[in-house]
């Protein structure tokens, strides 16, 4: 424990930890409206169960029930808990009073994003209209440091993320919705063919095309800090198609293994990337009506979680112990990772010390020694 103290001391302080870190890539993927329930105890028997928000039953009952709370929330999220389970760790099991929450008192997309990313709840975001963020974020944050600039990408499905992050100011490369993939790669143009030519059941590209695009993107170009932020499960949950919901929520899963899988045949990549795994808001629960909706009229869709899988994070599985972190640490745990102290024009909140292994720390107290 007082390693992990000492780490935050240090990253707090301003040190860079870069040369003892192993991670060089950030991978960041954002579940919109993702629930905590789904996440850690897979699919909820009440919801299942109602004709009003399950209309294709025996399917979806089939694929993703289990009697098991555990074997259930394997079948909804094979890839997380087989792989990230094993291999790194998962926060936000209320059951366990491991509580991960907004700390932006509005609980919905565009405030939980800019804390997401600026470590700054700011109270002045308090819609999702489509206006520029006068927020810096760690993505354009790491944009500026050497080696890192025209190596920051973001891949999204809601077209409201170029004022979220700003692109205009930030100068990441940033493709949301239907932007045109203007590249000389084929597959690129394939891609962009064929999202404007395919259905969009919620008003905007189905996030495999999001998927797609991000990940040909990342062959093509090799990006060190990535972001691809999906959002059916939001906009399904939203309509009260709780089928649906479920289904994006495992092909999300999939998408991430995909790319996780691809990671790991590349030198570039393989054992110096970190993955996290999280969401912008959650939902509705104790009123099982209310499961489609969220704000701060809900007080449950501030209670979020966040999955972890990288070089230099100890593989402790999920995380069992009694404890409260908030999202609006990530945006300086994603910097840290990197050996950065995320500094901005406003206040940013501490990293995540638990995410950094014994190894790493006690290499930064050996170099302090040596000095």
Excluded at 96 to 121: I, Q
Excluded at 323 to 351: D, M, R
């Amino acid at each position: 424990m007082k390693f992990i103290c000492f780490l935050s001391l240090l990253l707090m302080s301003g040190l860079q930890i870069k040369a003892q870190n192993k991670t060089e890539n950030i991978v960041i993927v954002t579940l919109d409206g993702m629930r905590w329930q789904e996440v850690f105890g897979g699919a909820d028997k009440a919801l299942l169960k109602d004709k009003r928000f399950t209309k294709e039953y025996v399917s979806t009952y089939r694929s993703f029930w289990n009697d098991s709370a555990n074997e259930r929330r394997k079948k909804l999220f094979p890839f997380l808990w087989s792989v990230v389970a094993k291999q790194g760790q998962i926060y936000g099991n209320r059951n366990y009073e491991n509580n991960v929450n907004n700390a932006n008192p509005y609980y919905f997309s565009y405030p939980g994003y800019n804390e997401l990313f600026t470590g700054y709840p700011d109270l002045a975001v308090r819609s999702n209209n489509k206006i520029l963020n006068k927020n810096e974020n760690v993505l354009e944050f790491m944009n500026k440091q050497e080696n890192y600039k025209g190596k920051v990408a973001a891949f999204a499905t809601w077209d409201v993320f170029p004022f979220i992050l700003n692109q205009k100011r930030s100068g990441i490369y940033l493709n949301a919705d239907i932007d045109s993939l203007k590249f000389s790669n084929s597959n690129l143009r394939l891609i962009n063919d064929m999202q404007f030519l395919t259905a969009k059941p919620i008003d905007v590209r189905p996030d495999i095309m999001t998927y797609f695009a991000a990940r040909e993107y990342w062959k093509a170009y090799q990006p060190k800090v990535l972001y691809i932020a999906f959002d059916e499960t939001d906009d399904f949950a939203h309509g009260g198609e709780y089928d649906q919901y479920l289904k994006s929520a495992y092909a999300e899963d999939r998408m991430i293994e995909n790319l996780w899988n691809l990671i790991q045949t590349s030198p570039q990549y393989k054992n110096k990337t970190t993955l996290i795994i999280t969401c912008d808001h959650g939902r509705g629960d104790i009123n099982k009506d209310n499961w489609t909706d969220h704000g701060d009229n809900i007080k449950e869709s501030g209670q979020i979680w966040f999955a972890v899988i990288g070089p230099d994070t100890a593989p402790l599985g999920e995380i069992k112990t009694a404890g409260q972190l908030y999202q609006k640490q990530i945006a300086s745990t994603i910097a840290a990772f990197l050996g950065f102290e995320f500094k901005s024009n406003h206040t940013v909140a501490e990293p995540i010390a638990s995410l950094f292994s014994k190894p790493a720390i006690e290499a930064t107290v050996a170099a302090l020694n040596d000095k």
